[in-house]
């Protein structure tokens, strides 16, 4: 009976999505006022999930910056009489089969993690804007041929073509960051192209032009502060997501090399003694799951705080 | 409606060679030595990387290379293991049924939970069924897959062992035990209960996002006014849910699940290797850890082809369920 109530005359919106564009939806209004900072910063601190997201990621840059502050232990500092030990006081976290303490290889692994994901998500952001933006202010043939090319890309499962370039040229932590930030793109091209589309029209745009401004200056100086909102979001969940396929990655073998700690590495290495010892897994897997999860909330805060209308 | 098919039939040479193409540039001609990856650690004689040059056209230019890459393609060949002369495509045909079961199995419990949870969902909103799917999707999309998998089997596979719990309970959690179908793809002989954990674990990430995506849509059509109209002559809620409000909903939620096959294939290679499932994912991750370069590249070919056609048919199915697409209009892109 619920239903009809809420009888709103809204129609759903008709027609197909365009492939990538489950898009965050932001700003769509042409040429709204930026939101001053002071009054993001005070809707963000609101909400509360945001505000935890922002307390992990903190807590994950410190532990991976001080991790050889916090912890005793040398992350590779082997010793066979202490494999496989439980938790307890002496090893936070246990310790793994050649007996090296699994809470300092976890702080270790926070650092690889963050900063494949950093990194990953600066190289996506930086081709993703420029091809957006080519492609959104200039139009016409570039704007098709940036855009095939987007849909050719994102025609490929992601994590299969990783996995086949760096079987092909080797693994390291560089490749790894280089491979995901160049599968990584196509989003962020599609929705700053969508933002420079519009913005571009508005009069302010116009009169910098008038008064002679070049494409590049009128690009980077007018268009980009006004259209860059959503890529900020959209960045934020990505470096997430680039730390859930590095932890793909190195789980199956194609991404960082022993003994570097990377947590999908530390899994793969607990698979073998799941009866037994299942500390081996957990706390890696665990790490994964709250740094993914603090991303994305973030993210979401930051949505929300950025364009107060969509709630 | 014509027009839109052959413009979408078009793009598939298209994403075909781009794909062959993609992979040939990534296997010969990016750095990284064939010859001693062929070899393994040991040194190399010039004779004999000479003798191996030839034999696999190495030594000729890269156009050259590039047409007989595409003649092999075109009779079948997709290469041949490095490490035991093993035919690509001999191991496809070993492997590629136990993947495509497993998925299918997925894509069932993706529709059918996913749509199921977000339409309970979104007519019951704020709910306690709500706020449970709500934040249960939410965590799901951020555990890794291949966690998720270990965390079953822990759980019903270790846990339920350790602790005597019944016998329905305890699950085998490794291999895909007696393999036994009926029809292709319905388990036989007690199959199901392989099954049954690396099907859910496979489909988790997904269905949490048909869930989200269906419990978003429908609260947006159970707003609609033909909503209203329905209610107004007096059908059941049941009837209207159901039968105007879900087929309005379902638009998006195919587009979802069409997008969301790449991410699936590319789960299905990690779940596929947690379960220990003989299927082209463990054969990718089996390549990986050899360091079998010519497997993992052909395996990925095949994936990414079928994926192509997959999407393909998606997208041409969307006509069946809203009858304003015309496919031959602009909006329809």
């Not at chain 1, 909400?47 to 992350?75: C, I, R």
């Not at chain 1, 302010?204 to 006004?226: K, M």
């Not at chain 1, 932890?247 to 290495?269: H, R, Y």
């Not at chain 2, 007096?234 to 790449?262: F, W």
Request: include cysteine; charge should be positive; proline fraction near 5%.
């Amino acid at each position: 009976m619920a239903t009809g109530t809420r009888a709103t005359s809204r129609v759903p919106a008709s027609g197909v999505t365009p492939v990538g564009a489950v898009s965050t939806g932001i700003g769509v209004a042409l040429g709204s006022r930026r939101a001053p900072r002071g009054d993001v910063w005070r809707r963000f601190r609101r909400n509360k999930l945001a505000m935890a997201g922002l307390a992990v990621v903190t807590v994950l840059v410190l532990a991976a910056l001080l991790a050889p502050v916090l912890s005793p232990f040398d992350p590779n500092a082997i010793d066979t009489n202490a494999s496989r030990q439980p938790p307890g006081a002496e090893h936070w976290f246990g310790t793994d089969l050649l007996g090296r303490d699994l809470f300092t290889r976890v702080l270790y692994g926070a650092q690889t993690s963050l900063q494949v994901g950093v990194f990953a998500v600066v190289i996506a952001t930086s081709i993703g804007l420029v091809a957006g933006a080519v492609a959104g202010y200039y139009g016409g043939k570039a704007d098709t041929l940036i855009m095939r090319v987007t849909d050719v890309f994102l025609a490929f499962p992601y994590l299969l073509l990783a996995i086949a370039v760096i079987v092909a040229i080797g693994r390291s932590k560089g490749t790894v960051i280089v491979v995901i930030g160049f599968l990584g793109w196509m989003a962020v091209a599609r929705l700053f192209r969508s933002r420079v589309l519009s913005v571009k029209e508005v009069e302010y745009v116009e009169a910098a032009r008038a008064a002679g401004c070049s494409d590049l200056r009128i690009i980077t100086r007018h268009i980009l502060p006004n259209a860059i909102q959503p890529v900020i979001v959209y960045a934020t969940v990505l470096v997430g997501t680039a730390v859930l396929a590095e932890a793909a990655l190195s789980f199956l073998g194609a991404g960082i090399v022993e003994p570097t700690a990377a947590w999908g590495l530390m899994v793969a290495d607990g698979r073998r003694f799941l009866f037994t010892s299942p500390h081996m897994l957990f706390f890696p897997g665990a790490a994964i799951f709250v740094t993914v999860m603090a991303f994305v909330f973030v993210g979401d805060g930051l949505r929300d705080a950025l364009d107060p209308k969509l709630r | 409606m014509g027009s839109y098919i052959l413009r979408r039939l078009a793009l598939v040479p298209l994403l075909v060679w781009g794909a062959v193409t993609v992979l040939f540039v990534v296997f010969f001609v990016m750095p990284g030595d064939p010859v001693q990856q062929l070899v393994g650690e040991r040194a190399v004689p010039e004779t004999v990387r000479a003798n191996i040059e030839a034999r696999y056209g190495l030594d000729r230019p890269v156009w050259v290379q590039y047409g007989r890459y595409w003649r092999q393609l075109a009779t079948g060949d997709l290469g041949e293991s490095y490490q035991n002369r093993r035919e690509v495509s001999s191991i496809v045909a070993d492997t590629g049924a136990a993947s495509l079961r497993l998925a299918t199995w997925a894509v069932l419990i993706e529709v059918v939970v996913g749509i199921t949870t977000g339409v309970v969902s979104a007519v019951r909103r704020y709910s306690f069924v709500d706020a449970l799917t709500t934040v249960s999707t939410t965590m799901l999309v951020a555990v890794p897959v291949f966690v998720l998998g270990y965390l079953f089997q822990y759980a019903f596979g270790v846990f339920t062992f350790q602790n005597d719990l019944p016998e329905w309970l305890r699950f085998p959690v490794q291999g895909i035990g007696p393999d036994s179908w009926t029809l292709f793809f319905l388990p036989t002989n007690g199959q199901w209960r392989y099954l049954v954990l690396p099907a859910f674990a496979l489909a988790s990430v997904s269905t949490a996002l048909v869930a989200r995506m269906m419990r978003s849509t429908m609260l947006e059509v159970l707003r609609a006014d033909y909503m209203r109209t329905a209610m107004a002559k007096g059908l059941s809620e049941r009837q209207v849910v159901l039968r105007h409000g879900l087929r309005n909903a379902m638009i998006p939620v195919v587009t979802l699940i069409g997008l969301d096959l790449g991410i699936l294939i590319g789960s299905a290679v990690l779940t596929e290797t947690v379960f220990n499932w003989p299927g082209m994912g463990t054969a990718i991750f089996a390549a990986i850890l050899t360091q079998d370069a010519p497997v993992v590249l052909g395996l990925v070919l095949v994936l990414v082809v079928a994926y192509i056609f997959i999407n393909l048919l998606v997208d041409l199915s969307y006509g069946l369920f809203d009858p304003r697409i015309r496919y031959g209009d602009e909006g329809a892109r």
